[in-house]
């Protein structure tokens, strides 16, 4: 069983910088494929970023270039660093984990999951 908690969310201008973490509960999370989701309201739950190891990384088109995802605390932590925010990104972010060597970028692939963090970006 991995317990996942998200932490760092919360009100940010547009432009500004916010950094999430995800921590994996008394374990690490080096055999894990780690993705962040978010949903927005009203909105279904979409693929934010995706990290596999140390050197594996995806991101969503709407995210690329401005949101960073990376592993650190002996990849007990997986982060995502999001710069220059938009309106757009405001929503509930999860991480979610699953034990596998592929990358899936379907929520209902993880069995493992946060309990959300809220982003909201907003002048």
């Known amino acids: 069983q991995v317990q996942l908690v998200e932490s760092g969310g919360g009100l940010a201008r547009p432009g500004a910088s916010l950094t999430l973490s995800c921590a994996a509960s008394?374990?690490?999370?080096?055999?894990?494929?780690v993705v962040w989701f978010r949903q927005a309201p009203g909105q279904e739950r979409e693929f934010v970023a995706a990290s596999r190891g140390q050197d594996t990384k995806r991101y969503a088109d709407s995210v690329r270039g401005r949101f960073t995802i990376f592993r650190e605390n002996a990849e007990n932590t997986v982060s995502l660093q999001m710069n220059n925010l938009k309106p757009e990104d405001t929503g509930v972010y999860y991480c979610?984990?699953?034990?596998?060597?592929?990358?899936?970028?379907?929520?209902?692939?993880?069995?493992?999951w946060g309990q959300g963090t809220e982003v909201t970006v907003s002048s």
């Open positions: 979610a984990a699953r034990h596998t060597s592929i990358l899936r970028f379907e929520a209902d692939e993880y069995e493992y």
């Open positions: 008394g374990r690490t999370l080096r055999n894990y494929v």
